[in-house]
């Protein structure tokens, strides 16, 4: 079913790429500046978002600004610098979510949202396609749409203007999911078989796992 005014060519939404996390578990290294081939992981995921037609693009960036903001400017997207990661009572990805909608209300007005976690090395436009495409024919009644991966929610993550609306209005401690949890019925999900959604860099586990995967290619740290 599609929905008024919902076309295969529809207008594509924004994108934000959440860059914010201390990488604790990697050493407390910036995940995002982690190098395949010799070209960061954010370069890497900006490149991909504007390869499948989303053209403007935001990084929500925290401690790791000096190695970050070069990056995200190399690769053609705004900076939104998080002003105080240690929030009282708001988890990292909470207040990294709320900066990135509050930027996106202000910039894109009636503009859908996809929300990118800048810890998915396997994203390709591939992955990102099928994506718009279902949202672009979703029924009328939806407001958010996310991939799982064999019963596992991945990323990234569609919004609705409406919906990032209806999150901006929620106590500063609350996020997306506690909108969702309360109001599943506007949730889309969209199964698949690619494991780009649900491949995450978070331990040194995933690294190495990363390094076999992407072998001949060098992953490294700058």
């Known amino acids: 079913m599609t929905a008024p005014g919902q076309t295969a060519t529809a207008t594509p939404p924004a994108a934000i790429v959440l860059a914010a996390g201390l990488g604790r578990r990697l050493g407390g290294r910036p995940k995002a500046a982690l190098r395949i081939g010799g070209t960061s992981l954010l370069e890497r995921q900006l490149h991909t978002l504007r390869a499948a037609g989303i053209r403007d693009l935001g990084v929500v960036i925290g401690p790791y600004a000096d190695a970050l903001a070069p990056l995200a400017e190399r690769g053609g997207a705004r900076v939104i610098r998080h002003p105080d990661r240690n929030t009282p009572g708001a988890p990292d990805l909470v207040a990294s979510q709320r900066l990135a909608l509050r930027s996106h209300l202000q910039r894109h007005r009636g503009t859908d949202l996809l929300l990118v976690l800048a810890d998915l090395p396997a994203l390709q436009p591939d992955d990102i396609r099928p994506l718009l495409d279902a949202w672009w024919r979703r029924p009328a009644d939806v407001l958010a749409q996310r991939p799982v991966v064999n019963g596992v929610q991945g990323h990234p993550l569609l919004l609705a203007w409406s919906a990032a609306l209806a999150v901006d209005a929620l106590p500063d401690h609350l996020g997306v999911r506690d909108l969702l949890a309360g109001a599943p019925a506007v949730l889309q999900t969209l199964p698949s078989d690619r494991s ?21 290619l060098k992953v490294d740290w700058p």
Do not use: G, I, K, S
Not at 196 to 216: M, S
């Open 196 to 216: 780009a959604y649900v491949t995450d860099l978070d331990t040194p586990q995933d690294l190495a796992a990363l390094r076999a995967r992407c072998h001949p």
